[in-house]
């Protein structure tokens, strides 16, 4: 049912119109696969407060009319929005297991195949948040890009190997070379001992917990 809805309010919209939601959408596919590490905190923002707003809309909708499915959807985007920027990476790991439930379902066409595989990814990425980041928003990135290239009419077979290869190139590139402030921060080294530095957020100088070597200036 929801995908006719889509679909009836898709179809309703000018060639114009779609062609630039398309295009929209590939573009985003494309930053998440290759930079989706270094956005994701803002993104899990607007993708809580979008579910927020559209959960909130439809409650509103049964229960008031349109008036009340405004002001719930108003209501359920500041909810939405703070709740996902509260808990990012549960919300990141959420995500990840509703894109593969998804991707079973599709492949497989077995329902239980795919919730089975939604936990086992739900569970790893709980476990391994902050290894498995670049890989999850490679792997969203090239499925939106994938369908957008559908979408503007390219073949799926080609979609779907373009998508493939930009999953595997994005996963590279986000492990090894794309690197968040944190995991630059983890790479600095003490002169004295080796351990990791640590920077003081009041006046921005680096030092070691380990020795308390320190003083080192921001650009250290």
Not at 188 to 206: A, E
Request: charged letters at 10%; one cysteine or more.
């Amino acid at each position: 049912m929801a995908d006719a809805a889509i679909s009836a309010i898709l179809g309703g919209l000018p060639a114009e119109i779609l062609l630039i939601i398309y295009a929209v959408a590939l573009v985003l596919g494309i930053v998440l696969a290759f930079l989706g590490k270094l956005i994701w905190k803002p993104l899990m923002s607007i993708i809580g407060a979008f579910i927020g707003a559209t959960l909130g809309f439809i409650v509103g909708m049964l229960l008031a009319g349109e008036i009340g499915g405004l002001v719930l959807m108003f209501i359920g985007g500041i909810i939405g929005g703070k709740l996902f920027s509260m808990i990012v990476e549960f919300a990141l790991a959420v995500i990840a297991a509703i894109v593969t439930f998804g991707l079973l379902t599709l492949f497989t066409g077995s329902y239980i195949v795919a919730a089975i595989g939604g936990i086992v990814v739900l569970v790893l990425c709980i476990v391994f948040r902050k290894k498995v980041v670049g890989l999850v928003m490679a792997v969203v990135g090239s499925v939106i890009a994938g369908v957008a290239l559908m979408s503007l009419s390219i073949p799926a077979e080609l979609a779907a190997v373009v998508a493939l290869v930009m999953m595997i190139a994005g996963g590279i590139v986000q492990t090894f070379f794309v690197k968040t402030k944190e995991e630059i921060a983890e790479s600095r080294k003490c002169p004295s001992c080796g351990g990791h530095m640590v920077q003081d957020k009041t006046n921005g100088l680096w030092y070691c917990p380990n020795c308390r070597f320190g003083g080192m200036p921001p650009n250290y």
